[in-house]
């Protein structure tokens, strides 16, 4: 491929840059897992010749014995990205007991296209008008966060925590960071990985896992493969499709790694990959985040005080009550990771930025980068800071209310189309009522799609809301595609492969508040029906017998009132804790499992004496 290499490709509505290793349809980038990536590049330098499995697999992963199935993986990744964006279209054949070959026409470049520079991920308004995200103000954050990350260049890493309440601009903020870091012209890898709400006990370091699986799927990639592999062989068992079986120079898989060694071996894989460039780890809403997780911090803290990794975590305020204490719907979960972040702070004297709402001035330089050559009136400020109380997701979604309702216009420039005085009682006065105002205007079948999707919490796939969901798959991924490119409700993180095969698109809620309203709007039997068509769902595609779906498979089942399914289910996940030594999450399953018990009816009761059996032999770390 070394002629191609300086060539650009273009098919169909795609362009193709093997230099810069991008994907366009229409000027938009596709996002792509590298194999899959690669894997095209393979067949779109040759098309209509065969190329036969193992010469695939031989260029995909050289020196290296993998399955068959990790060549599959890459085939249907690619077909499924290709296909969503150009309806109908089939660019990769199957050759029957032969191999794959490109059947478009393709048309060769004499120099390598022009593609987007990357660009931080874009928020609601700006996701509209495809213009880069509004960000004001936190100039003292930004600079201290700056400063932190120099240090970490020059070999004094750490931990460093930001704390703000919903809707107050924590993610925009790291956006922002990262952005300014590419426009300072600073290298980094840096890496964002969630924690998610939605599943009660969570999967033990389901953030480190998500960070590193964004990692591994971009540019440098195969360095990070080549660090976990030598230093994390523990960490290679979760990402199968870069890890495949049958290679003799394994290591010990997760399973067989010791409890204390799992966190070494990644933290001396950063320390190793960082050699070369800095490591910034971005760990989101940390106030849902397991206990292995939470770990794996407390030993960062100490661990990259030498070395060139930067870790940012951002975290919500504890809800407090008229006592002080936490309020009853925080679960346990939320409590143990504040008691532990707490911890952390005071123990390592972390750097904690904390986040205010917006002031005056800063609301009238949002609204002049929002409006530009605007004629409003002086007091319009006011009444947003009066309003939205400077908060920034509630100033932005009152923004687009306003400009929704006809009234705000641009007449050559913005203008208020009504007086002042009349928005004073016609604009929702809370962020929720401003949430519930914009979906309502989205057409009823994407209403119905969010609220479904609602119930599997903060993302989603595909696969389960085209169950429910009237119309074909293909339809719906293309709504879904559009509802995030245009009106910012969604973000679209990637493909997964479930259990029995089948490939599916995951989307995010661009907020975590635009599915609680939209849970919070659910009657309880519509819930209670939803989640157990989701856990229907996953059970079919055979979620129950792979360890990395149960705690969300139980999840699905309590809330759908199937109690005997979810016991059984939480036992799993608490042996595969135990298995990949993570006692606590094993401990937590158990003491969900332990509550359902009593919902049980009597005659199912003899799961129970399975379930106590069961945890006597649960190793119980230090400290409970």
């Not at 260029?59 to 399955?67: E, K, M, S, T």
């Not at 922002?176 to 998610?196: D, Q």
């Not at 809800?319 to 972040?341: N, Q, R, V």
């Not at 429910?468 to 879904?480: D, H, N, Q, V």
Request: hydrophobic share 45%.
């Amino acid at each position: 491929m070394e002629e191609s290499e300086s060539r650009g490709y273009r098919f169909g509505a795609f362009r193709l840059d093997p230099h810069e290793r991008v994907l366009l349809c229409n000027g938009l980038r596709v996002p792509l897992p590298r194999k899959a990536l690669e894997l095209l590049l393979l067949l779109v330098a040759q098309p209509g010749r065969t190329l036969s499995k193992i010469e695939l697999m031989d260029a995909l992963w050289p020196h290296r014995a993998v399955h068959t199935n990790s060549l599959l993986v890459a085939v249907n990744a690619l077909r499924s990205a290709l296909s969503t964006r150009m309806l109908g279209a089939q660019f990769v054949e199957t050759v029957p007991r032969r191999g794959y070959r490109f059947v478009g026409a393709v048309q060769r470049t004499a120099a390598p296209l022009d593609t987007p520079s990357p660009v931080p991920r874009p928020g609601p308004r700006a996701a509209a008008q495809g213009a880069p995200e509004v960000f004001v103000g936190r100039t003292r954050e930004l600079q201290q966060l700056l400063l932190l990350f120099e240090q970490a260049r020059e070999g004094r890493g750490q931990l460093a925590l930001i704390r703000g309440a919903a809707g107050m601009g924590k993610s925009a903020l790291v956006r922002c960071f990262a952005r300014g870091l590419a426009e300072g012209g600073h290298t980094a890898r840096i890496a964002t990985g969630r924690c998610l709400e939605s599943h009660g006990s969570s999967a033990a370091y389901l953030p480190i896992l998500d960070a590193l699986a964004g990692l591994l799927a971009g540019p440098h990639g195969a360095s990070l493969e080549a660090q976990l592999e030598l230093h994390a062989p523990g960490w290679c068992e979760s990402f199968p499709e870069l890890f495949a079986d049958g290679g003799s120079h394994r290591a010990p898989s997760l399973e067989a790694a010791s409890r204390e060694s799992l966190p070494w071996q990644l933290a001396r894989a950063l320390s190793a990959w960082s050699s070369a460039q800095p490591v910034v780890l971005v760990l989101e809403d940390l106030h849902w985040a397991d206990p292995s997780s939470l770990d794996l911090l407390r030993l960062l803290c100490a661990h990259c005080r030498t070395e060139r990794l930067l870790v940012l975590g951002t975290f919500r305020p504890r809800a407090p009550g008229l006592s002080g204490e936490a309020t009853p719907s925080e679960s346990a979960l939320e409590a143990l990771s504040a008691c532990a972040l707490s911890e952390l702070a005071h123990e390592y004297a972390l750097p904690l930025l904390a986040l205010v709402p917006l002031d005056l001035t800063e609301l009238v330089s949002y609204l002049d980068a929002c409006l530009p050559e605007n004629e409003l009136t002086p007091s319009l400020p006011e009444l947003f800071l009066r309003k939205t109380g400077g908060v920034p997701l509630f100033a932005a979604r009152w923004l687009q209310v306003l400009r929704e309702r006809g009234q705000l216009a641009q007449r050559g420039r913005w203008v208020l189309a009504r007086d002042i005085s009349e928005l004073e009682g016609s604009a929702p006065d809370s962020l929720e009522a401003v949430i519930r105002h914009g979906l309502a205007h989205l057409p009823t079948t994407i209403q119905q799609a969010l609220a479904f999707a609602s119930v599997e919490g903060d993302e989603f796939r595909t696969c389960v809301l085209a169950e429910a969901l009237p119309g074909s798959t293909l339809e719906l991924a293309r709504e879904l595609a559009e509802l995030a490119r245009r009106d910012g409700w969604l973000v679209h993180v990637g493909q997964e492969e479930l259990p029995d095969g089948v490939l599916t698109e995951r989307y995010r809620f661009a907020h975590v508040l635009y599915q609680n309203v939209l849970y919070d709007g659910l009657s309880r039997q519509r819930r209670i029906s939803l989640h157990r068509r989701a856990a229907l769902t996953l059970e079919a595609h055979g979620c129950g017998r792979h360890s990395r779906f149960l705690a969300e498979l139980a999840w699905h089942q309590e809330r759908g009132r199937r109690f005997s399914r979810a016991v059984a289910t939480l036992i799993s996940a608490a042996e595969h804790a135990a298995r990949i030594a993570a006692p606590r999450e094993a401990l937590l399953y158990h003491a969900r499992a332990r509550t359902l018990l009593a919902q049980l009816p009597q005659s199912e009761q003899p799961t129970g004496l399975q379930l106590l059996h069961r945890q006597q032999e649960l190793p119980v770390p230090a400290g409970l």
